[in-house]
């Protein structure tokens, strides 16, 4: 990661599992007032693993829990665009019927980083730990 830059939520974010013993979510901002959380996006880079993602307003309610498994040199930035797409309707993700936002709340997100072979499996775990509203299983 970025070297000599300090993220407040970097000693927060959840560790990578051992064993894929998920831990707790630790929630941090993704979006406030319309603007994009740069911390998250920096946590992401070229990370694979799972995100879990409620608005500010309900905190008891896990809106969305997905995964991005295809970090790298080549694709930087794949997890938080990955991210992204769920805020923008795109094509792709209606054309799977996967889940897309269209509101304009302040939004939270939970991050797991995995190995981007575990991703598939951290996200199920999640799904049956979090009981999202919109993410059905695979």
Same mark, same amino acid.
């Given at each position: 990661?970025?070297?000599?830059?300090?993220?407040?939520?970097?000693?927060?974010?959840?560790?990578?599992?051992?064993?894929?013993?998920?831990?707790?979510?630790?929630?941090?901002?993704?979006?406030?007032?319309?603007?994009?959380?740069?911390?998250?996006?920096?946590?992401?880079?070229?990370?694979?693993?799972?995100?879990?993602?409620?608005?500010?307003?309900? @905190?008891?309610?896990?809106? $969305?829990?997905? =995964?991005?498994?295809?970090?790298?040199?080549? /694709? %930087? !930035?794949?997890?938080?665009?990955?991210?992204?797409?769920?805020?923008?309707?795109?094509?792709?993700?209606?054309?799977?019927?996967?889940?897309?936002?269209?509101?304009?709340?302040?939004?939270?997100?939970?991050?797991?980083?995995? @190995?981007?072979?575990?991703? $598939?499996?951290? =996200?199920g775990k999640l799904v049956a730990d979090? /009981? %999202? !509203?919109?993410?059905?299983?695979?």
């Amino acid at each position: 990661m970025t070297e000599g830059i300090s993220w407040p939520w970097r000693q927060r974010l959840n560790p990578p599992p051992v064993q894929l013993r998920l831990g707790a979510p630790d929630w941090m901002p993704l979006r406030r007032g319309g603007v994009w959380s740069s911390e998250v996006r920096e946590l992401t880079r070229g990370e694979a693993g799972v995100y879990a993602v409620r608005e500010t307003s309900n @905190p008891g309610t896990v809106l $969305y829990v997905g =995964e991005s498994h295809s970090p790298g040199p080549k /694709a %930087p !930035l794949r997890m938080w665009k990955t991210i992204k797409r769920h805020f923008h309707g795109e094509s792709s993700f209606r054309k799977r019927d996967e889940w897309t936002y269209s509101g304009n709340h302040d939004l939270d997100i939970a991050l797991w980083v995995t @190995p981007p072979s575990k991703a $598939y499996e951290a =996200e199920g775990k999640l799904v049956a730990d979090l /009981a %999202p !509203l919109h993410t059905r299983p695979r």
